[in-house]
């Protein structure tokens, strides 16, 4: 396409938007709308996957030192956890830390009584987590075999169905994710073709007085761009401002527990799904609606 | 110009034939009239001329080519030596006459400074060059015939196709147009008019060709509908 062409093209996807502006402004609302809800979704659904993978990557397995271990074996132990493959930390608890630990989280006086270090009920042990949490599991079970070991804790059962939860949660996501979107691609795609249909009089005489088929693409084709491409930004700039908000307002009602996904983060996942199924489904639907008017 | 040889039209291969058997030559610089009852027809010759439609048999040659085998790329190309008017205009209607004109150079490459010369040139030829700025909604069924045809000669086509030019129109504005159509044929221009107004035909006094059921069943030089018939 020549230079001059595209300004000329451009001008013509402009001039023609502007023409039909009451169909341009129900195109963009529809492509919005189905836009925001897929958006507003996904927004959801990543913080739900989020707070799933926090709470998951907070799962580390103890492995409680045999009292009776020499401080040989406990080297060769503390040796053997660094060398494996899948686990990335490994924190040495002397008995007496994690005895000042459980005074801590128990009730003032609950362990009168222990002070003596000799009456000390809790082991040494070393605290561990893994790359990926899900490996705490095999870990644990294959760490129960090591020398100096006396026990390894990993809250077994819990963090089983921890797992179980978060990939539930996961899958029904991306299915319900997967439906929106093909509502989306449905209901965008069909607005498009409505704007071309409404317009085969416009293509039909282009085609009369001896236009090439590329030559009255073009024009739609930008314009299927920009309606897909406006149809995105805005429920974008929606969602900025009411994720912020939403942020402010967890952050005022001290439920930082909650662990959200950053605002810049979340835009720019949206950012990523959005503007291209919003310009690609514009794009795509005007070439393809346009397909049987081009065959006068 | 244009050369037909055993055309033969159906529009699926269950229906009749819509065209049977059809030879005729139409050389440069004629006026022809294409006449018969509805359904005859006429219709779909002219579609075959401007190749909207394939030959289901036979050959048909335009500006000596094959119609039959041209590829679609060059149809676009044969289009532009073609002018056509239609009976219901197809104008844009919510543009001016200007813009209607300007479009038809606009999609063939045409600068916008060549655009400009020759728009007003034509409304002048068509009688409307007051009517350049007005848009075509706001046009009498003439004028906008008038601007039809404004649009059909602007690319300086070598032949004119007019499908029922006059078929919306009164009369005297029907006269007019076909008058317009006359004198752009004087200059050299090959004409080809679809109608059954008779009036017309009879009075204009040139080649009619009559089609009945899809034959061609007469072609006088200087003919009459009555003659035709």
């Not at chain 2, 008038?146 to 078929?167: C, F, Q, S, W, Y």
């Amino acid at each position: 396409m020549p230079f001059e062409s595209f300004f000329y093209f451009l001008g013509e996807a402009f001039k023609s938007l502007y023409r039909n502006r009451w169909l341009s402004i129900a195109s963009v609302g529809v492509v919005a709308i189905t836009l925001l809800m897929l958006g507003t979704f996904m927004a959801v659904n990543f913080n739900i996957n989020h707070m799933a993978e926090t709470v998951k990557n907070q799962v580390e397995i103890t492995v409680q030192i045999d009292d009776s271990a020499g401080v040989e074996e406990r080297n060769q132990l503390r040796q053997m956890l660094v060398a494996h493959n899948s686990i990335t930390e490994v924190r040495f608890v002397s008995r007496e830390e994690a005895l000042n630990r459980l005074k801590e989280q128990l009730p003032p006086g609950s362990l009168d009584g222990y002070e003596n270090p000799e009456d000390n009920p809790l082991p040494d042990s070393f605290e561990i987590r893994t790359s990926v949490p899900e490996e705490v599991i095999p870990v644990a079970k294959e760490i129960e075999g090591y020398p100096a070991v006396e026990k390894v804790l990993y809250g077994e059962g819990t963090v089983e169905n921890l797992f179980k939860t978060t990939t539930a949660l996961k899958i029904i996501g991306i299915v319900l994710m997967a439906l929106l979107a093909v509502t989306a691609v449905f209901l965008i795609s069909h607005t498009i073709r409505l704007t071309v249909l409404l317009r085969r009089r416009e293509i039909m005489i282009m085609k009369y007085v001896g236009a090439t088929n590329s030559f009255i693409r073009w024009p739609f084709l930008l314009e299927g761009l920009f309606l897909g491409l406006a149809g995105a930004v805005l429920p974008l700039l929606v969602l900025y401002y009411s994720y912020g908000a939403a942020l402010q307002w967890v952050d005022a009602a001290n439920l930082a527990f909650l662990s959200l996904i950053p605002l810049s983060t979340i835009m720019l996942q949206l950012f990523k799904y959005l503007v291209p199924l919003g310009t690609g489904l514009g794009v795509l639907g005007s070439i393809f609606s346009m397909g049987r008017f081009l065959k006068v | 110009m244009v050369e037909t040889a055993g055309l033969y039209q159906r529009y699926d291969n269950n229906s009749d034939y819509v065209l049977k058997n059809i030879n005729l030559t139409i050389n440069r610089g004629e006026f022809v009239f294409i006449v018969g009852a509805s359904g005859a027809g006429k219709s779909t010759l002219l579609k075959l001329m401007i190749r909207e439609i394939a030959p289901t048999s036979g050959t048909i040659k335009v500006f000596g080519q094959d119609l039959k085998r041209i590829p679609a790329r060059r149809i676009p190309y044969l289009r532009r030596n073609i002018g056509i008017v239609f009976q219901d205009f197809r104008l844009l209607e919510e543009r001016t006459a200007y813009d209607n004109i300007a479009f038809a150079l606009r999609v063939t490459g045409t600068p916008w400074w060549e655009i400009r010369r020759r728009v007003p040139r034509v409304l002048e030829m068509v009688g409307l060059k007051d009517k350049e700025r007005c848009r075509v909604c706001d046009l009498s069924g003439g004028e906008q015939q008038r601007v039809g045809i404004a649009r059909a000669i602007v690319n300086r086509p070598a032949m004119i196709i007019a499908d029922e030019p006059t078929g919306n129109l009164d009369p005297d504005t029907s006269l007019e147009v076909m008058n317009i159509l006359r004198d752009i044929n004087i200059q050299g221009t090959t004409i080809v008019v679809a109608t059954h107004d008779q009036e017309i035909v009879d009075r204009f006094q040139k080649r009619v060709i009559y089609l009945e059921k899809g034959r061609l069943v007469s072609d006088e030089k200087k003919g009459a509908y009555i003659r035709a018939l």
